[in-house]
């Protein structure tokens, strides 16, 4: 059976699990990743909002959180 039709098997649940997962592998080797440089000037805008207002967004887990429980 292909990997694909194995994800196919999987619940909504454990499809974001996986999702999720693959995400958390990708980050711990984040230099191999390429990146456009459009995503690098959102990124700067993003940090600069941040900057002049740490509390307006939500942190990661609290993202996550949410988002496994609306399935």
């Known amino acids: 059976m292909s ?3 194995q994800i ?8 974001l699990q996986l999702v999720f997962d693959i995400w ?3 980050t711990q080797n984040n230099e191999s990743i390429p990146m456009p440089d459009w995503h690098r000037d959102e ?11 740490p509390q307006a ?6 993202v996550r959180k949410r988002a496994l429980a609306a399935l």
């Open 3 to 5: 990997v694909m039709a």
């Open 24 to 26: 958390d592998d990708l």
């Open 57 to 62: 967004g939500d942190s990661w887990q609290e």
């Open 43 to 53: 990124l700067d805008a993003l940090k600069k909002r941040y900057a002049h207002e």
């Open 8 to 15: 196919k098997e999987l619940s909504p649940t454990e499809k």
